[in-house]
């Protein structure tokens, strides 16, 4: 049996970028048959949208690609989510400042970045700001292909192929 991966990823109030992460990495873990694998969920950095479900305009683009979230409700991330996962992933740098605050560090260097897996690495606009959940969809697409590449080649994981998500754009 293969090691589990298991994989926090972080925002600000987890309703936007996080879950649209988990549930992205969800799917891709499930279609390369990975789901029992790599083990994925999210959590905000902030009290502030506690107990709410995901962003409607978030909801609505993963459930444009076929991925159903209407169960997520938010979450905090806590001190012991720090041993409780092997990757702790925040959208931008602020989040990973974050979260090493809430977890009081990071000894064994399992923060960091989605996109730092990724050939450009870079913040994820939080698209509750700006909008575009576009294009938050399609950079985090960018950094869940990215970090499964990486679990491959690390030999954590071996899918036969990561799909690129496609994003149409207006």
């Not at 499930?30 to 999210?42: H, W």
């Not at 459930?63 to 012991?80: P, S, T, V």
């Not at 698209?127 to 030999?155: H, M, S, V």
Request: glycine content about 6%; charged content about 25%; proline content about 4%.
């Amino acid at each position: 049996m293969e090691k589990q991966i298991r994989i926090l990823f972080v925002c600000h109030g987890n309703i936007c970028r996080s879950p649209m992460a988990e549930f992205i990495l969800r799917e891709k873990a499930k279609e390369l048959g990975l789901e029992d694998t790599v083990i994925v969920a999210s959590a905000a950095t902030s009290e502030e949208e506690l107990g709410n479900p995901v962003d409607p305009r978030a909801a609505a683009i993963l459930h444009a690609h076929g991925i159903d979230c209407a169960e997520k409700r938010a979450r905090q991330m806590c001190k012991c989510d720090y041993d409780a996962y092997d990757y702790l992933i925040g959208m931008d740098r602020m989040n990973v400042a974050n979260m090493r605050r809430i977890a009081g560090g990071d000894p064994c260097g399992k923060m960091c970045r989605l996109l730092d897996f990724a050939a450009n690495p870079r913040d994820i606009a939080d698209p509750w700001y700006t909008g575009d959940f576009n294009a938050a969809f399609a950079d985090i697409c960018e950094g869940c292909t990215a970090l499964l590449k990486r679990l491959k080649a690390q030999r954590l994981v071996i899918p036969a192929t990561v799909r690129v998500c496609h994003v149409q754009t207006r």
